[in-house]
């Protein structure tokens, strides 16, 4: 809501100068970010590369949970019959595990946002380069992004998102030439 009430009166500030650029046609227009990166050329392919480097992340976590619950398991199942000084060993070896265990996990998230970032910045360099050249183009004072849900309603006249999935195939195919 506050989001609301700021673009509001961005809006009526734009709207009560008196300058000459001021006294010019306001032309608004908004696209959704989400539906264009789902869209974009190389997005399919860049989601494709992360899936998998995701999955062999997984398969790793997997194994080193199914080695520490079974090093748990067996413990519980032997603690009975385990001297106090095997016992404050396995203790430790356990507690040294789950240690390495998150400690994996977290590097694991550290590095799946990294390569997130890596696969999606190209694709959001030609997203942005494609808006700007249609907001100057077409004259545009602003577009929003109705994926930041700040807009409420809006008419469909003035949503440009499928005039930027166009520009950035445009863009992809001039590239592969």
Do not use: C, K
Request: glycine letters at 6%.
């Amino acid at each position: 809501m506050r989001s609301l009430i700021a673009v509001l009166a961005g809006l009526l500030a734009l709207g009560s100068t008196t300058s000459l650029a001021a006294q010019q046609e306001l032309r608004i227009a908004y696209i959704d970010s989400q539906a264009i990166l789902q869209e974009a050329p190389g997005a399919a392919e860049a989601q494709q590369q992360f899936d998998q480097q995701m999955q062999q992340f997984g398969e790793e976590i997997e194994v080193m949970g199914q080695e520490l619950d079974s090093l748990i398991t067996a413990y519980q199942q032997q603690q009975g019959t385990l001297s106090t000084e095997v016992r404050e060993t396995r203790e430790t070896e356990i507690r040294q595990r789950e240690i390495q265990y998150q400690q994996r996990l977290d590097e694991m998230e550290q590095e799946a946002a990294q390569r997130r970032e890596e696969l999606v910045q190209p694709i959001l360099s030609r997203m942005s380069t494609a808006i700007e050249q249609i907001r100057s183009e077409g004259s545009y004072s602003v577009i929003f992004d109705v994926a930041g849900q700040s807009i409420i309603a809006a008419d469909p006249s003035l949503d440009l998102t499928m005039e930027v999935i166009q520009r950035l195939q445009e863009m992809a195919g001039a590239d592969e030439m």
